[in-house]
Structure formats: structure tokens, C-alpha cells
């Protein structure tokens, strides 16, 4: 996915000399055809992120459109007041691309997680949050994202994500997808760990006889209220699946929206929990610990859908 990002930011800054690219000091095995043909628009502004978006911003202020790409925690809490005042509070064209979603830093420990990222950005006015499932939607989505002119948030892996989209045809920023279509069971998710849902429904299906309706919400913001609505209007229970804390999270959205519609389907967040982790590992292995494999979500889910039944 990440390749695939990068590989779109080529493109682009092949097609217009008025793209620049940015990062903090990491990249190297991924940028490198960047840095070695636009050498006068790549800039490797070291690790100091609060410096990194200012750039940035001034950038934007001279007409250019910029791409900025770091980890995660760098590209957002470190640097998160020069995010809200210097990017959104502009308004400027900078697309902030930020690598290692939920626990794909696994064997770096905490402090290279993305468990609050959403929780923290989703408030800022102006910002755009795009959390691609694979590398498929992630050129989808970077494609209809050339011509976009606010702040926008890119959410996504490391490599090697499973493919969820043979195609993306039918493919619309800013519009939920379904993955899969059923009754009774809704279960909403984004980003990589959508790949694991799909394994969930599955389960769901042959060992239960549920047929449930998978949704991919790739645009986290602006969120797809009206396909939300619909889908909470004809199911009986609504799950949501995020590699990302429960609070502030994808489902807190999708909850805000319901309640403010006064539409009150049963919804059960899966997420990591309001604690710390101290463990390190693949991020395979984190996600079996925590109970965000496809066979522990499952079992979550049908547990939550007996204890209503």
C-alpha cells in the first residue's frame, strides 16, 4: 500500500512540476526514485516535524501542491498544533501521509503505534481523512485525491496488506463501499484490518448462517452519513471493527452520526481498549493478543449478537 502511495506521488510530480515532496528524515528504500529525479522538489527536512509542516505550509502559501510523509506518531502528534494552526486553519493543499496504521510497528513497541490518530484529527476543520483498505483503494483514492485543494490525512500500512478489491471501479471519495451485502448483521470497518473482517464474515456465514453486510469506510472524513443511516435502518445490529481505540475512534463517529439522526440500532465498537500496550511483536501477533485476528472478532460477534438475541 505504501508503494503504491508513493508510486501515485511520482506520478503526479512526472505530470506537475508544481508538486513537492516532503518527509522527516526516514523513506529511504521507498523514495528513493523521488529524491533521484525531482531532486530541487524533495525535501528531507531531518527529524524536527514541527519544522516539517511549516515547510509545508509555506509551500502551499506560494501555490504548491504538497505531499508530506512520515510515521504516523511523527506526523501527528508531534507536530499536531502546527497541523491545526499552520495546515487546517489555512485551509492549504498539503496531503499528510502517514505510514504504520494501528500496530504495524508492532516490534517498535508503543511509541510507534497508531491507536489515537482518528480520535485526534477528526476534529480539526478543513482536514480530510482517507484510510485506504488496500493498495488497490489506496490509488483510487490517491488518484480523485490530485485535484483536491484542503488538508487531507492518509491513513494507511507498511507493505504486503492483503488484497481486499480485485477492482475499484465503482470506487467514489467521500462514498462508503460494500464489500459484501446480507441482513441482520452490519459490520463497519476501515483500513487494513478489513482484511481480517472479511474473515469474521465468513465465519459468520458458514458456521452460523448469518449473512452479514460488510462496509469499507475508506473516507473517514467527511464521514458517509446517509449510507450509515440506511444501513442502521435495516439491521438489527451494527459492529464496527477499527485497528485503532474504541474511544474517538471510527465507531465514535459512526455513533455521533446515529445519535444525532435520533436512530438508535444496537452498535458494538471493536478496538483496543483505554490502556497501554507493553508488548511487542509482529503485528499479526498483536492483533491475535488483543482480539483483532478474523477468528477473534468472529467469536466477539456472535457472542454480542446471542447476548441480544
Known amino acids: 500500500m505504501r508503494n503504491a502511495i508513493i508510486s501515485e506521488i511520482y506520478s503526479h510530480m512526472k505530470d506537475n512540476h508544481q508538486v513537492y515532496f516532503l518527509t ?13 529525479d525531482f531532486p530541487t522538489r524533495f525535501i528531507n527536512v531531518g527529524v524536527a516535524e514541527q519544522n516539517l509542516i511549516g515547510i509545508a505550509a509555506g509551500l502551499a502559501l506560494a501555490g504548491k501542491k504538497v505531499y508530506v510523509y512520515s510515521i504516523i506518531p511523527f506526523i501527528t502528534m508531534r507536530c499536531y498544533e502546527q497541523v491545526r494552526d499552520d495546515l487546517c486553519y489555512h485551509n492549504l493543499d498539503v496531503t499528510l501521509i502517514g505510514a504504520g496504521s494501528g500496530l504495524s510497528y ?5 511509541t510507534h503505534f497508531a491507536l489515537e490518530d482518528i480520535a485526534i484529527l477528526r476534529p480539526l476543520p478543513n482536514l480530510s481523512i482517507f484510510s485506504p483498505a488496500d493498495e488497490k483503494e489506496a490509488t483510487a483514492g490517491m488518484q480523485e485525491l490530485r485535484c483536491y485543494k484542503s488538508p487531507v490525512y492518509i491513513r494507511v500500512g507498511k507493505k504486503n496488506e492483503p488484497v ?25 470497518t476501515t483500513g487494513t484490518i478489513t482484511s481480517e473482517v472479511l474473515i469474521a464474515a465468513d465465519k459468520l456465514l458458514k458456521k452460523n448462517g448469518i449473512d452479514s453486510t460488510v462496509i469499507d469506510i475508506h473516507t473517514i472524513k467527511p464521514l458517509d452519513g446517509e449510507t450509515i443511516i440506511t444501513v442502521a435502518k435495516n439491521h438489527d445490529l451494527i459492529i464496527t471493527v477499527e485497528e485503532h481505540g474504541i474511544i474517538g475512534g471510527v465507531g465514535t463517529a459512526i455513533i455521533e452520526t446515529l445519535s444525532d439522526s435520533a436512530i438508535f440500532t444496537p452498535i458494538y465498537r471493536i478496538g483496543t481498549t483505554d490502556a497501554f500496550i507493553h508488548e511487542v511483536g509482529t503485528q499479526e501477533y498483536l492483533r491475535k493478543k488483543l482480539g483483532l485476528d478474523g477468528e477473534s472478532i468472529y467469536q466477539k460477534i456472535v457472542q454480542r449478537y446471542k447476548d441480544l438475541s
Open 24 to 36: 522527516g528524515d526516514l523513506g529511504f528504500h521507498v523514495v528513493e526514485n523521488i529524491h533521484e
Open 106 to 110: 508492532g516490534i517498535l513497541g508503543s
Open 164 to 188: 481486499v478489491y480485485q477492482h475499484t471501479n465503482n470506487f467514489k471519495y467521500g462514498k462508503a463501499s460494500y464489500l459484501k451485502k446480507g441482513n441482520k448483521i452490519a459490520i463497519i
